[in-house]
């Protein structure tokens, strides 16, 4: 089967611009999250979606949206990007009522 | 409020030692524990974790970890590094009941392996 999927691998932006990521989770898998792994930092959870509908958000401001559509698929968009946004963007998902979550590879984002 | 803190941003053994990386945790409520691992340039894998039940936890690649409530730790070991054990591990705590929601991560470990 196969695992959690993102794209693109890697992106390079400019301050100002807005981006889109994308992310498909594990067949079966409902529950869409949405962390940033700044470079020698552990990841920060941005967003929870959970049957289309978001379940949690972290301390992240309101540049950064998400979206879950039909097919439990997921989109990551922050807009005005700053270079402070230069991160790994990771997406995981889970099983309905099961608390552990497998994570993607990963998009790396770098603002200029 | 619910925190971690992973003793030693970087640990480096020998091959064939022990391999010992120290997390401890804060919560008010009871908590699920995680370790991750990543290689350069990939995403987290699940190395183990512990929900209900046993304390000591056996994971992946010969890996384990103990929950020990009274001195809030969860610290992972392996009784023989490889080489190949070359990575950055995180350890990561949740809410009981926690349904794919909000993990909260360690700084995390970068363990290096000598030959």
């Known amino acids: 089967d196969a695992g959690v999927t993102q794209s693109p691998t890697h992106l390079i932006k400019t301050r100002g611009q807005q981006v889109t990521l994308r992310c498909s989770p594990i067949?079966?898998?409902?529950?869409v999250s949405w962390y940033q792994q700044v470079l020698g930092q552990g990841p920060q959870f941005i967003f929870q979606?959970?049957?289309?509908?978001?379940?949690g958000r972290g301390n992240f401001p309101d540049r950064f949206s998400a979206r879950q559509f039909p097919n439990y698929s997921s989109e990551l968009n922050v807009n005005a990007l700053l270079l402070g946004d230069s991160a790994l963007y990771l997406c995981?998902?889970?099983?309905?009522?099961?608390?552990?979550?497998?994570f993607g590879p990963g998009t790396r984002l770098l603002v200029l | 409020a619910q925190s971690v803190t992973q003793l030693g941003s970087h640990v480096s053994v020998s091959e064939g030692a022990l391999v010992l990386l120290r997390c401890n945790y804060s919560?008010?409520?009871?908590?699920?524990l995680f370790w991750y691992v990543q290689y350069p340039n990939q995403g987290l894998q699940l190395l183990l974790k512990y929900t209900t039940g046993a304390t000591l936890v056996k994971g992946i690649n010969g890996f384990e970890a103990e929950f020990k409530k009274s001195e809030t730790s969860f610290h992972l070991t392996k009784p023989s590094a490889h080489m190949s054990d070359a990575a950055e591990y995180f350890c990561a705590v949740s809410r009981k009941g926690n349904q794919g929601g909000k993990l909260i991560f360690g700084q995390g470990t970068e363990l290096s392996v000598k030959p």
């Open positions: 995981a998902s889970s099983l309905q009522g099961q608390e552990t979550q497998y």
């Open positions: 067949s079966g898998h409902k529950s």
């Open positions: 979606y959970y049957e289309k509908e978001e379940r």
């Open positions: 919560s008010s409520v009871p908590p699920y």
